[in-house]
């Protein structure tokens, strides 16, 4: 397995969600909970992409504590003068996601990069977790396998069973 994605708040959004609805108000801005994700493997690395739009690339933090990669990323609010706001849909706010990587991930090589609101994870499989091809050789002559007697006691029974 290449990861394990958890996200202890998305219920919590849909709650907020559903308690704008029965108070009757337009979503109010609120910190996002999660960052949707794609993630697969091609060949020999695992790539994960997190939606990130309107986040200011400097604010983007990654980090990696054993075989948890965190990502942490800021959206700001705009700071309008004399704005009187009829929507406020857009989160804002500070955010965290973590996945729990499988160990056969080389985290040492890990390459992150932001693009058009995206941000792309790339992690190399390591080179001891990658299929590999096993060669078998032909021999000509079967290989001979030693025999040997281990002698118990006075060893008299014993070689009398093995010589006849």
């Known amino acids: 397995m290449m ?3 958890y996200d202890p708040f998305a219920a919590t959004s849909a709650a907020f969600r559903a308690l704008d609805q029965l108070a ?3 979503g109010t801005a609120r910190a996002l909970s999660g960052m949707p994700m794609d993630a697969y493997r091609v060949g020999d690395k695992f790539v994960a992409h997190f939606d990130l739009p ?3 690339p400097g604010s ?3 980090s990696i504590e054993g075989t948890t990669l965190t990502v942490s990323a800021e959206r700001s609010v705009p700071q309008l003068e004399n704005a009187e706001w009829a929507v406020a849909e857009r989160p ?3 955010y965290t996601r973590q996945l729990v990587l499988g160990r056969s ?3 040492d090589r890990l390459e992150a990069s932001y693009h058009d609101g995206v941000l792309t994870v790339s992690i190399p499989v390591a080179e001891k977790a990658r299929s590999r091809k096993i060669t078998v050789t032909r021999a000509d002559v079967p290989a ?3 025999g040997r007697t ?3 006691g006075t060893g008299a029974e014993e070689q009398r069973a093995v010589e006849g």
Do not use: F, K
């Open 144 to 146: 001979a396998v030693e």
């Open 92 to 94: 804002y706010g500070s």
């Open 150 to 152: 281990i002698e118990h």
């Open 24 to 26: 009757g108000r337009p």
């Open 60 to 62: 983007i933090d990654l």
């Open 54 to 56: 309107g986040v200011d």
């Open 105 to 107: 991930l080389d985290t």
């Open 3 to 5: 990861l394990t994605a």
